[in-house]
Each structure stands twice: as C-alpha cells, then as structure tokens.
Nanobody
C-alpha cells in the first residue's frame, strides 16, 4: 500500500508563492488529489491530476492561481500555489484515488498527514 508525505508549507504574505510536494513511498498509477481544511471549516477539494499527468481538475477558488503536476516517475505530486490569499490558509493534504472524479466527492484511497500553509494579509 502506498504511503504519502506532504511538505513545502510555511508562513507567507499575500501575493507570495509556495510549492507543495507529496512524496509517495513507491511508484503509483493512481490519480492524485490535493485537499485543504481551514480552521472551523470542512475539508475541501483543491486540485487533482490523473495517473498519467495528462488531465487535471481545479476548484473554482484556485483556478488560474494553482497548478498541479507530478513527476515522470509517478512518485511525487506537486501543487504550485501563486498569488496566495489569506483565505488559502489551511492544512493541505494529498491523497490517491481511482480517478479525478472521485476527488470531487471528497473520497480518497490513501491520505497524507498534511502540511500547514499560512498566508498573512
């Protein structure tokens, strides 16, 4: 079974950029998704990418600012976050899934433990 570890979070100012990484314990052919959970809110979908890296999906709140990608070895997934806003503050999680569509339902097979992103105004 694949294990996931997120990294790259930190404290930044509004307008800054961060790149999150999700390292898998081994090569995977699963789709990968990013989610986030802010204090007092439910976990929400952010972005997803299929196993090959050819198809992507984004939440409306991050479209045009965030970019999801994965390496050629299918070991690491990335989330490039530009033009960060205070409302992006949350713990960010990555997860595996059978397809991009499953992430829209909040479903994932394997989850990481998360990385904190804090954006100040």
């Amino acid at each position: 079974q694949v294990q996931l570890v997120e990294s790259g979070g930190g404290l930044v100012q509004a307008g800054d950029s961060l790149r999150l990484s999700c390292a898998a314990s081994k090569r995977t052919y699963y789709a990968m998704g990013w989610f986030r959970q802010a204090p007092g809110k439910e976990r929400e979908f952010v972005a997803a990418i299929d196993w090959s890296g050819g198809d992507t999906d984004y939440a409306d709140s991050v479209k045009g600012r965030f970019t999801i990608s994965r390496d050629n070895a299918k070991i690491t997934a990335f989330l490039q976050m530009n033009s960060l806003k205070p409302e992006d503050t949350a713990v960010y999680y990555c997860a595996t899934g059978p397809s991009i569509g499953t992430f829209r339902l909040g479903r994932g097979g394997t989850w990481g433990r998360g990385t904190q992103v804090t954006v100040s105004s």
